[in-house]
Antibody, heavy 120, light 109 residues
Framework: EVQLVESGGGLVQPGRSLRLSCTAS????????MSWVRQAPGKGLEWVGF??????????EYAASVKGRFTISRDDSKSIAYLQMNSLKTEDTAVYYC???????????WGQGTLVTVSS | SYVLTQPPSVSVAPGKTARITCGGN??????VHWYQQKPGQAPVLVIY???DRPSGIPERFSGSNSGNTATLTISRVEAGDEADYYC????????????FGGGTQLTVL
């Protein structure tokens, strides 16, 4: 059974940093791209970024709203994807979901999400 | 960047058919995916590649895509289908690679 479990969320002050983790199980983690998607309270879904599998270079892409502040990485030996968030802003407050990506550009499995609250 | 437009809400009586639209410029040339999100839960993929259903998704859920509109159709609607529905496309030519529609709240009357 495919499982994605996010951790690391919490309350953080504006300008500070936070790192989220996504621990995967039930599939060969290294074979898949992994994406992060967020949802602000009461709002819709917003794609944050993704990391390709090593077979496709392990490179990353980001939404314009987080580019230069957020970094996605992966440790295939541990089946974990990370989202390093720096220079956090109040508008980054959201539930952050880890998702498994498919080649057609869709997300077939989602974690339960972790809440990040940016507030002073 | 590419924009997807969904109606904010759709209402339907139990047993009837619900149609949720997703508009975009020449969306028929793209692959459209749909997600269902119930309150307090993570989204669930219900349709991918316009009309394919993941295992475990009832046949009552179907999709189509042509021209400037993609449509998610839910037949014989049940109370348990009440949720928010999001369409999504992948646009590798833009900075926002994955684009979501604003979501449609389906209410079962």
């Amino acid at each position: 059974e495919v499982q994605l479990v996010e951790s690391g969320g919490g309350l953080v002050q504006p300008g500070r940093s936070l790192r989220l983790s996504c621990t995967a199980s039930g599939f060969t983690f290294g074979d898949y791209a992994m994406s992060w998607v967020r949802q602000a309270p009461g709002k819709g879904l917003e794609w944050v970024g993704f990391i390709r599998s090593k077979a496709y270079g392990g490179t990353t892409e980001y939404a314009a709203s987080v580019k230069g502040r957020f970094t996605i990485s992966r440790d295939d030996s541990k089946s974990i994807a990370y989202l390093q968030m720096n220079s956090l802003k109040t508008e980054d407050t959201a539930v952050y979901y880890c998702t498994r990506g498919q080649g057609g550009g869709y997300f077939d499995y989602w974690g339960q999400g972790t809440l990040v609250t940016v507030s002073s | 960047s590419y924009v997807l437009t969904q109606p904010p809400s759709v209402s339907v009586a139990p047993g009837k058919t619900a149609r949720i639209t997703c508009g975009g410029n020449n969306i028929g040339s793209k692959s459209v995916h749909w997600y269902q999100q119930k309150p307090g839960q993570a989204p669930v993929l219900v349709i991918y590649y316009d009309s394919d259903r993941p295992s475990g998704i009832p046949e009552r859920f179907s999709g189509s895509n042509s021209g400037n509109t993609a449509t998610l159709t839910i037949s014989r609607v049940e109370a348990g289908d009440e949720a928010d529905y999001y369409c999504q496309v992948w646009d590798s030519s833009s900075d926002q690679h994955a684009v979501f529609g604003g979501g449609t709240q389906l209410t079962v009357l």
